[in-house]
């Protein structure tokens, strides 16, 4: 059973950067592809990035293509977003979620662990 803690939200101009951060403990953690999603209120949960177990492959959703960077450390266990030129439409909770190193997806089902979530705001 995989934990998966968020970290990094907070409030921020338009503009601004940010830098999310997820633990993951109770798995080995390079067995896992991981995903940011981000949810706004009244929204479905839409895909943000990808990266594949070994850190050598990442994918970004459109509305994030070159201002987002995923990035992940397999000796600490942790996963990044680095969100850079934010907007207001980026508003919303980020979470973190793992799934199987076979599996390439942008699709939530498909995701097997989840963390709690940490919410960030854009102001304009």
């Known amino acids: 059973q995989v934990q998966l803690v968020e970290s990094g939200g907070g409030l921020v101009q338009a503009g601004g950067s940010l830098r999310l951060s997820c633990a993951a403990s109770g798995g080995t953690f390079s067995n896992y592809n991981m995903s940011w999603f981000r949810q706004a209120p009244g929204k479905e949960r839409e895909f943000v990035a990808r990266i594949i177990w070994s850190g050598g492959i990442t994918y970004y959703a459109d509305s994030v293509k070159g201002r987002f960077t995923i990035s992940r450390d397999n000796v600490k266990n942790t996963v990044y977003l680095q969100m850079n030129s934010l907007k207001p439409e980026d508003t919303a909770v980020y979470y973190c979620?793992?799934?199987?190193?076979?599996?390439?997806?942008?699709?939530?089902?498909?995701?097997?662990?989840w963390g709690q979530g940490t919410q960030v705001t854009v102001s304009s």
């Open positions: 979620a793992a799934t199987a190193k076979s599996v390439i997806s942008a699709t939530p089902k498909r995701y097997d662990y």
